[in-house]
């Protein structure tokens, strides 16, 4: 059911926990299926230096989040946003169709904690993009 990609971050997922006083907080869920899942990132000019998750979910759910965080690690902000659920499916060689929403929680935690970093720094893009 899941690639080998897929179980890898399941079982051993990247960038696990969350950051003290993080620059930024997104937290998303799904009420159809109970995910939740909460990124925080670590921004030093435009850049995301850290980025940590926190998920309550299923294995697709805890992989998605490991991978968005490994993707957005190193780039800017804008690049970050450019992130998209199918480019989190994509790095973790797919997901089944029933488990795409899971992805779509990862984009969105991606963006609402972008989001926040920019609301908190009074930025005129704080909408997420």
Same mark, same amino acid.
């Given at each position: 059911? $899941?690639?080998?990609? +897929?179980? %890898? /971050?399941?079982?051993?997922?990247?960038?696990?926990?969350?950051?003290?006083?993080? %620059? =930024?907080?997104?937290? +998303? =869920?799904?009420?159809?299926?109970?995910?939740?899942?909460?990124? @925080?990132?670590?921004?030093?000019?435009?850049?995301?230096?850290?980025?940590?998750?926190?998920?309550? =979910?299923?294995? !697709?759910?805890? !992989? #998605?989040? #490991?991978?968005? @965080?490994?993707?957005?690690?190193?780039?800017?902000? %804008?690049?970050?946003?450019?992130? @998209?659920?199918? &480019? +989190?499916?994509? &790095?973790?060689? =797919?997901?089944?169709?029933?488990?795409? /929403?899971?992805? +779509?929680?990862?984009?969105?935690?991606?963006?609402?904690?972008?989001? %926040? $970093?920019?609301?908190? /720094?009074?930025?005129?893009? &704080? #909408?997420?993009?």
């Amino acid at each position: 059911m $899941y690639s080998e990609r +897929v179980m %890898d /971050h399941f079982m051993n997922p990247r960038n696990m926990g969350e950051i003290p006083d993080a %620059d =930024g907080v997104g937290e +998303v =869920g799904n009420p159809a299926c109970g995910d939740i899942m909460r990124i @925080t990132l670590r921004i030093e000019g435009d850049r995301i230096v850290d980025a940590k998750f926190k998920t309550f =979910g299923c294995a !697709a759910a805890i !992989a #998605s989040s #490991s991978m968005a @965080t490994e993707l957005i690690r190193g780039k800017t902000l %804008d690049e970050a946003l450019a992130v @998209t659920n199918k &480019a +989190v499916a994509e &790095a973790l060689e =797919g997901l089944p169709p029933q488990k795409l /929403h899971c992805s +779509v929680l990862a984009e969105e935690g991606i963006r609402k904690a972008i989001a %926040d $970093y920019r609301a908190r /720094h009074g930025s005129p893009e &704080a #909408s997420g993009g």
